[in-house]
């Protein structure tokens, strides 16, 4: 079956870096987009930044430019490098798959991804 890993969080202070890691397995991972989210306590889940088949990829505004997803696909494993981290970064990450839409409109939107991870925190203190 489909299985998704993270890690690689952390805490960090404001300004400092992570890398966090999708490490996936159970499926053709070259076959599916993937996506990073996050949700902070109290907050609604939101996506940070996609990878679809094709290598392109979606970030959200609010970490454009600090953000960078990539992935390995003969490692099967997605990463997520963090840059310029900010108090209101901190939340638990989560990687995603989909085999379904990778318009890049919808590479954040997490009704796309059928496959979850358990999360992994992210605490950046001020």
């Known amino acids: 079956q489909v299985q998704l890993v993270e890690s690689g969080g952390g805490s960090v202070q404001s300004g400092g870096s992570l890398r966090l890691s999708c490490a996936a397995s159970?499926?053709?991972?070259?076959?599916?987009?993937m996506g990073w989210f996050r949700q902070a306590p109290g907050k609604e889940r939101e996506g940070v930044a996609g990878?679809?088949?094709?290598?392109?990829?979606s970030y959200a505004d609010s970490v454009k430019g600090r953000f960078t997803i990539s992935q390995d696909n003969a490692k099967k494993t997605l990463y997520l490098q963090m840059t310029s981290l900010k108090p209101e970064d901190t939340a638990s990450y989560y990687c995603?798959?989909?085999?379904?839409?990778?318009?890049?409109?919808?590479?954040?939107?997490?009704?796309?991804?059928?496959?979850w991870g358990q999360g992994t925190q992210v605490t950046v203190s001020s």
């Open positions: 995603a798959a989909t085999g379904g839409s990778c318009a890049p409109s919808d590479l954040l939107l997490s009704r796309w991804y059928g496959y």
């Open positions: 159970g499926y053709a991972y070259s076959r599916y987009c």
């Open positions: 990878i679809a088949r094709d290598g392109s990829t």
